[in-house]
């Protein structure tokens, strides 16, 4: 297992998930304290995990908890996991609930599928049909980074293109930087240099064509 000790942190390597999609698993850094006796604990802190584990114990003590732990911190949070990822009609049902809450409920889609793995795209969306389509290879990341997704495609039924005013929209939800960042250490440990157009400050490619299809990219 690729970690680090305090002071260090791993970058994500890549796992499959059950239908066959590489995953990028979390950065992970072990803290040793003195104080610490028996216990052994973990946390998110931004997109790395920490475990924080007794000074006394060995490497091999080490890795065994560092295992475990991610099994239980994984565990823990699939019973939160988002409900959207369930069927079309909830991943429907959570954009109206991010509409309201983020973009004043202006932007109303008139439907919202899961479709399968796209080759550039993580979403995309047809203003002129009010239609959202999200990736499958977002069905195994955190609920706050699906919701990021969502809340952008959401903002192009309002603002075509990645402009300013487009912006200030998306980055209403607070987790939008943090959202960006791990999407685009996901895309780039499995490999599929999604938003990797070099010709975009913001990592997003503005593929609002002439069909008025918009994309993130992100």
């Known amino acids: ?6 002071g260090g942190v791993c970058a994500p390597r890549v796992r499959r998930a059950a239908y066959g999609e590489p995953v990028a698993e979390p950065r992970v850094e072990v803290r040793r304290s003195r104080r610490r006796r028996r216990t ?3 946390y998110r802190e931004g997109d790395t995990v ?62 919202v599928r899961w479709v399968p793995p796209m080759r550039t795209r993580w979403a995309s969306c047809t203003p002129s049909e009010r239609t959202i389509r999200v990736s499958d290879r977002l069905r195994e990341v955190p609920a706050w980074v ?19 005013d487009f912006w200030e929209l998306v980055r209403r939800y607070p987790r939008a930087e943090r959202a960006i960042g791990f999407l685009e250490g996901l895309s780039a440990a499995a490999g599929w240099n999604i938003g990797a157009d070099p010709e975009d400050a913001d990592g997003v490619r503005d593929e609002v064509a002439e069909n008025g299809e918009a994309a993130c990219d992100d």
């Open 1 to 6: 297992m690729l970690f680090t000790r305090t």
């Open 40 to 42: 052994v604990s973990a």
């Open 50 to 111: 920490v475990v924080l584990i007794p000074a006394r114990m060995t490497r091999a003590e080490e890795e065994h908890w560092v295992a475990e732990m991610l099994r239980r911190l994984d565990r823990s949070e699939s019973r939160r996991r988002s409900p959207a990822r369930t069927s079309d009609a909830a991943l429907l049902l959570r954009c109206r609930e991010l509409s309201g809450r983020y973009l004043d409920g202006r932007a109303v889609p008139l439907g």
């Open 146 to 164: 699906l919701d990021y997704v969502l809340v952008h495609e959401l903002t192009h039924l309002l603002v075509p293109g990645h402009g300013p």
